[in-house]
């Protein structure tokens, strides 16, 4: 476990930000990244031909190496959001009449609306398999997952499910999920948006086919930078734009008129156009250099033992939920007869930031929450 690691970031003192999972406040070494990305721009001399690689690079092996595949630096494109990260999946994925599209229900529309256009197309089914029971329902994580294993079979091309579901922290067996697919010959596409940076997730146990991850969350970066890990399915597939960069020679800048049909090595193909940003990237950077340096495990430890302090007390005011749950991300549900607007005025009056997902309350602490965070926030829900 980490000590409170608020000195790190600007948190104003009388805020309790308990909110990481709908976006994490800027590191102080971010945020400076981000204003020397800034500053470099005014003498564009300053900002070379290796500028418009070398960063990229970096980051690239920065979260191949939280993915836990060290060697796998050439398997990440960059892209503006998992939304981008999905449409490029979609657009190499051949899905036919009768096939299946499994998805879990109420996860993040991002990765359901692209599934919902290919299945249409192609005069297949999505097939949402739905929650046993509202939060708190005892066994209801694994009842869920087995219902997500018995959904997949000889019928199915997509598996397209998240590690942790953005609204109540559910937790998906992505290792069994993975097992399944393979059997069946499904490709197996996983959002790590929230759970990435918090929760430790190895491609090399989980195997998907594709992952994407935004990066102004878990990952502490800024909004408009995030990353897909590619797999052999998806290696040499065709890119949604044919930008310059992407080619083969592309760091010879006196060549680049000496068009080229060949891509450049790995999944570069696959990355967004003026992928090679002088603020965005350095401040991505930063973020990931930080949680490799606490260690996810690290953080999923810190947050849990603070989660575990906050749904004992909630539960103690009649609030449900999960008992198996991710340490970083969890849902509250209010008791019955409970209003949610007053739990809100509570919230307000009480400087507690979270979210409301679907009537339930988000609740995702970090790394800078610390015992009087969740004091304030069971004081405000005892006084709703």
Not at 19 to 38: K, T
Not at 329 to 348: I, K, M, T, Y
Request: net charge negative; aromatic share 8%.
């Amino acid at each position: 476990m980490l000590a409170p690691q608020a000195d790190l970031f600007s948190l104003p003192d009388d805020l309790h930000y308990l909110n990481a999972a709908y976006m994490s406040p800027l590191l102080r070494s971010v945020e400076a990244a981000g204003i020397e990305g800034v500053r470099a721009k005014r003498v564009p001399t300053d900002l070379g031909p290796a500028s418009f690689f070398d960063a990229a690079d970096r980051v690239r092996g920065l979260v191949a190496q939280l993915l836990d595949d060290p060697d796998g630096s050439d398997r990440v494109a960059l892209v503006p959001a998992v939304s981008y990260a999905m449409a490029t999946v979609a657009q190499n994925l051949t899905v036919e009449a009768g096939q299946t599209v499994v998805v879990v229900a109420e996860q993040f529309p991002s990765h359901v609306y692209p599934w919902r256009r290919l299945a249409a197309e192609a005069g297949a089914e999505v097939r949402t398999v739905e929650a046993p029971g509202p939060l708190g329902t005892p066994g209801r994580t694994d009842e869920w997952n087995a219902r997500l294993l018995d959904a997949i079979g000889p019928e199915t091309a997509l598996v397209a499910v998240p590690n942790v579901h953005w609204a109540d922290g559910i937790v998906f067996d992505l290792a069994a999920v993975g097992v399944r697919c393979r059997e069946t010959g499904a490709a197996f596409v996983v959002d790590g948006t929230q759970s990435v940076g918090a929760l430790p997730l190895s491609v090399a146990e989980v195997r998907p086919d594709a992952l994407a991850v935004a990066g102004y969350k878990w990952l502490l970066g800024p909004y408009g930078m995030g990353a897909l890990w590619l797999g052999e399915r998806f290696r040499d597939g065709r890119p949604l734009e044919e930008n310059w960069i992407g080619r083969a020679g592309s760091d010879r800048f006196d060549g680049l008129t000496d068009y080229q049909d060949a891509y450049a090595p790995g999944a570069v193909r696959f990355d967004v156009g003026e992928r090679s940003n002088p603020i965005l990237l350095p401040m991505l950077a930063a973020g990931l250099d930080q949680i490799l340096a606490w260690g996810v495990g690290a953080v999923q430890e810190t947050c849990r033992a603070l989660s575990d302090r906050i749904v004992d007390g909630a539960r103690a005011l009649g609030y449900g939920a999960a008992d198996d749950r991710a340490g970083h991300l969890f849902g509250l549900r209010p008791p019955d007869g409970a209003s949610l607007d007053a739990v809100r005025r509570s919230l307000d009056a009480h400087r507690v930031s979270v979210s409301v997902r679907g009537g339930v309350l988000r609740v995702s602490p970090h790394v800078y929450n610390d015992a009087t965070d969740a004091e304030a926030l069971l004081a405000a829900l005892g006084s709703a």
